[in-house]
């Protein structure tokens, strides 16, 4: 088995010719749309982790603290 003449960029993702991977500089908004990628099943569970939390009881009691916050106007 031989190596692949590409390789990805492990900060943007980004499909480089070996040969031209040095001079190879990451856009910002390519290292942002990779970084999503990464994240998107933290992302896509973030609602029911959420929801998990806020009826545990330390959840319950932050939902408690937050608003008793809101209603006393306290820091
Ligand atoms: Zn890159």
Redesign the pocket.
Known sequence: MFPSRFMP??????S?ERSAAAS????RD??LD?QMFRLRHEVDSFDERLAAYLSSSTGRFEVWLAARRVRTRTP
């Open positions: 960029c492990p900060d943007c993702g980004e480089l190879h500089r990451c856009t390519r290292e990779y």
